[in-house]
């Protein structure tokens, strides 16, 4: 694992809820993940170590980069179709976004990806989302 560990975003490691903590990441432009006392990967953020995993729980940014291990498009009536995508990081962890600048059906297993951090919308707070790894580099996400 690549990653070099970071204290957790606020005051203090207790100071803020895991969400909390991972959405400061995604404010600063970074994917936060936690590890376990052993270094293992967890993602979605959590208050401890789940069963298999060891000691507390503690941050790092991911390098933003990912591989496609899964995809579906769906196409919602009177909608823009959009593809749904699990995304294996480099540092260990899967997690479930959405591969943008292709078209859904385009969205291949395999693909390498780089994230990108969907802005705060509304009541929508920041998520990430992925661009294939050769696409030019962008703002925010659409």
């Known amino acids: 694992m690549n990653a070099t560990p970071e204290p957790g975003p606020g005051p203090g490691p ?15 432009g970074q994917l936060g993940y936690q590890l376990d006392e052993d270094g293992r990967a967890l993602f979605f953020p959590r208050v401890a170590a789940p069963a298999g995993y060891r000691g507390a729980l503690r941050w790092a940014a991911s390098a933003g980069l990912g591989t496609v291990y899964a995809t579906t498009w769906i196409a919602p009536k009177a909608e823009a179709p959009y ?3 699990l995304i294996d990081m480099d540092e260990g962890f899967r997690l479930m976004s959405r591969v943008e600048g292709l078209a859904p059906g385009d969205v291949k297993i395999g ?7 969907h802005p705060a919308a509304g009541d929508d707070d920041p998520y990430p989302v992925f ?9 925010a996400a659409r």
Do not use: K
């Open 83 to 85: 593809n749904v995508a």
């Open 111 to 117: 693909l390498r990806v780089t994230m990108r951090v």
């Open 14 to 28: 207790d100071s803020a809820s895991p969400l909390a903590q991972y959405r400061r990441f995604l404010e600063r």
């Open 131 to 139: 661009v294939p790894l050769d696409a030019p580099a962008a703002g």
